[in-house]
Each structure stands twice: as C-alpha cells, then as structure tokens.
C-alpha cells in the first residue's frame, strides 16, 4: 500500500516536472529577443536531450496554437557548437525562434515533452512606430551656438563703432 | 668716406632700403603682427579646403536634410582666408607707405571680410546642432530613404552601407532602430531581414559570415552598435575646424584691426 502511494506519487511528480523557459535577452548575447512577428525562446535543459518538444501558445484572445514536434532536445555537448534546423539554433546560448506572430500582441508559452511540461512564460510582441512621428526639431539651442553667436555680434558691432569714430575723428583733424 | 647720404644717385633698390630706415616702430609691429594673421589666414583657407573636400564622404546626411551649412561655412572660408591673406598684404604695404588712404581701405576691407567670416563660423556651428544634437534626424532620415528608389534615396542608402560596412556599425543608436520603428527598407523588402545585410559581419572575401545568425541577431554575427557617434564625431570635426578655428582667426583679427585704427589716427 505504502509502496503503491509511493509510485503514484512519484509518477505523479514527474508527470508535472516544470523547466524553465524564457524569452532571450540583450544579456544573452542577442540584440534582442522580442521581434515584431517572432520571440526569441530559450530550449529546454540539455537533461532532457533527445525528447521530442512540442510548443503550445495562446493570445490574449485565447486563440491557441499548438507546434507539434518542433525539435528534438539537442545533447549538452551540441549546445557550444552552432547548428540549424528549421527554426532551432544551437549556438552557445541556444534559442527557438517562434515565427509568424502578430505585432503588439501578448502571448503565453509553454514547452511540452514526453514526460514534463516548462512553466509558462509571457511576452509581448514589438509594434513598430511610425518614423515619421520622431521629432527633428533642434534638439536645444547648444552652449557653443550662443557663445559664439553673442561673441562675434558683440565684436562686430564694436568694431563698426571703433572704425565710424575713427573716420570721424581723422576728418575732424583734416 | 662715402655714406648712405651722399648726394652721388644710388640705384633704385639702395633707395628703396634707404625709405625703409623712415619706418616707424609702430609700422614695423603691425607689419610683424600682419605676418602672422597671414599664416592664421593660410592656416583657415587649408582646413576650409579640407572640409570643402569632404575626405569621410558624409555630405549626403547633410545635403537631404538641407542643413548643410556646415560645407556652405566651408566655402566661404576658402574665400574669407585667401581674402585675409591678400588684405593683410596690402596692409603690410599701407603702413609701410604710411598712407592714410590706404590704411583705411584696408580697414574696410578687412571688416567686410569679418563679417563674411562670421556668418560662416555662426551658420557652421548652428547647423551641426540641427544635424546632430541628437540622434533622432539621422535616424529618421535613414528610415525614410534607405532603400528608397528616389535621387536622395539612393544617396542616402550609399553613404548608410559604406558607413556600415567601414564603420561597423549598424543603425543609429543600435539595430534595434529597424526593429522599433517601420520604414521604407521594411516596406520595400517585408520582415524577413529585421536589418540591411549591410549590418551582418563578412568575412575577408566579403560574404556574409552567417546569415541566419544575423537575421535572429546573434552579437558575434552582426554589428551591434549604432553609427550615429562616428557621424557625430565627423560632423563636430569638420565644426570644429570651419566654426571654431575661424572663431580664433577673428578674435585675433578683432584685435589687430583695433591697432591699426589707433596707428590711423597718429599717421
């Protein structure tokens, strides 16, 4: 009875082992993991290597969508090399490109294996601005622009002066 | 014992030593100060020309924009300089005739003269603040025309892969500039690309290293910082020597002028 408990607990355990997944970071050696029409994911640990992984995903509509056998876990040794397929990297950070998505959109990840299941991770697409709606105008009148443009009005006009009394000065003397 | 004022005729050359000893002290430190205001002079009209030319071939950033004052204050630095230098000799040969007709038409002209270099050196300065106090119009101007089909276009998308591909850089301030924004490149090739190809790093046959890298944006595939500091650094530069250097040879020129009107009112 003890035993029986036991099995079922532990099989119950393992049936809802969690991984962590996330979304890639500038820290991970990437420009960025959030695209406007993909997120870039972290893979599974390389523990779990050559089980088939499915993804599911949903949107804030609770549109779902299910990735049926997108990879296999690659071994530890496979993650300092680089390889492709389809839309899996490994690379020393290893990622998972999920493509076609909508811009501006919040959407939920989840990892699936045989066996375990990763926790849900929640990202939201880019939604790119508009380029014209950056400002262009001068940015600040700088200190350089008004010292120089104090400096050399002063100058001129005080040079205007000298030269007007020094002509009427010379033709006061004629 | 014959001397110098002996009635016998000299040719013209011992003559013309002899109308040297009347020159006053006064005319020989103007003459010395208007030896060097030549050599600043010379010094303004070279450094104008070397802007003029454009050595970093950055011009189109300025000319689409239309604020392009900074190669417009280049140009009238090539005239103002050589004019200094030609004024200032004139000058030279005024005081030594110590004629006051003369002088004052140097003063004229030199003051003509600074105010042509003046509205250089203001102009410069002021248009490198439009152009780049901030990032924000060469990051529009490069969503806007790169890829574009238009004569400004293909300029700017010109100079933007050069600038990448010599620089190493990509973007403004960072890649993430095509990513954040739309523009004319994503409108023309769609979201495959996130980034020009230009961005990507290449090996020594100039290939792609790794394409796929650079389109999911691994750092060591792709050029991650922005090109806006090196158009910065070229733009201040080319102020500096037009806005600035020119700032100097007036201050200089301010103070000579001011000597000479006081030498005017004594000859």
Redesign the interface.
């Known amino acids: 009875m003890l035993t029986t408990l036991l099995f079922v607990g532990a099989l119950f355990t393992l049936t809802n082992a969690e991984f962590t997944v996330r979304v890639l970071k500038e820290e991970d050696g990437v420009v960025t993991g959030i695209f406007t029409d993909s997120l870039l994911l972290s893979l599974p640990p390389c523990s779990l290597e050559g089980q088939n992984v499915s993804l599911a995903y949903n949107d804030s509509n609770n549109k779902s969508w299910i990735l049926e056998h997108i990879f296999i876990v690659p071994s530890c040794g496979n993650m300092t090399g680089t390889g492709r397929e389809g839309h899996l990297v490994t690379s020393n950070i290893g990622l998972y490109k999920v493509s076609d998505l909508a811009s501006g959109t919040n959407y939920s990840f989840q990892y699936h294996t045989d066996l375990e299941k990763s926790n849900v991770v929640t990202a939201s697409t880019r939604s790119a601005q508009d380029y014209s709606g950056i400002d262009t105008v001068l940015p600040a009148r700088s200190g350089s622009m008004i010292v120089i443009t104090v400096i050399l009005s002063v100058a001129m006009a005080f040079l205007l002066v000298a030269l007007t009394i020094t002509i009427v000065l010379s033709n006061d003397e004629d | 014992m014959r001397t110098l004022t002996s009635p016998y005729s000299y040719p013209p050359i011992i003559n013309w030593i002899k109308s040297l000893q009347e020159v006053s002290v006064a005319g020989a430190t103007g003459a010395v100060f208007e030896s060097r205001e030549q050599a600043a002079s010379l010094a303004l009209f070279a450094l104008a020309i070397w802007v003029a030319v454009d050595g970093y071939e950055l011009y189109p950033i300025s000319g689409v924009s239309g604020k392009d004052d900074i190669f417009a204050g280049a140009w009238i630095a090539i005239f103002t300089g050589f004019a200094f230098f030609c004024t200032t000799v004139f000058g030279i040969l005024a005081v030594v005739k110590h004629s006051?007709l003369l002088v004052?038409l140097y003063?004229?002209l030199m003051?003509i003269i600074?105010?042509f270099e003046?509205a250089s050196?203001?102009t410069a300065?002021?248009h490198r603040?439009?152009l780049v106090?901030?990032s924000?119009?060469v990051?529009?101007q490069m969503?806007?025309y790169y890829a574009d089909d238009s004569f400004a276009g293909q300029q700017i998308t010109a100079t933007w892969n050069r600038v990448m591909r010599e620089v190493g850089c990509c973007g403004a301030d960072?890649?993430?500039d095509w990513?954040?924004?739309?523009?004319t490149f994503?409108t023309e090739f769609g979201?495959e690309y996130?980034w020009p190809q230009q961005c990507c790093k290449r090996l020594s046959n100039h290939e792609v290293a790794d394409v796929?890298?650079c389109k999911?944006?691994?750092?060591?595939t792709?050029f991650?910082k922005g090109c806006f500091d090196h158009i910065e650094s070229v733009f201040s530069l080319y102020t500096w020597s037009v806005?600035?250097y020119g700032?100097s040879v007036?201050?200089f020129m301010?103070w000579l002028?001011?000597l000479t009107?006081v030498y005017?009112?004594k000859i």
């Not at chain 2, 990513?179 to 523009?183: A, G, K, P, Q, V």
């Not at chain 2, 999911?216 to 060591?220: A, D, K, T, V």
């Open positions: 006051r004052l003063l004229i003051f600074f105010i003046c050196c203001i300065a002021t603040d439009y106090g901030n924000n119009l990051k529009k969503l806007k960072s890649p993430q990513i954040d924004y739309n523009s994503r979201t996130p796929e890298g999911i944006g691994l750092n060591s792709l991650s806005s600035w700032f007036l201050m301010f002028m001011l009107m005017y009112l």
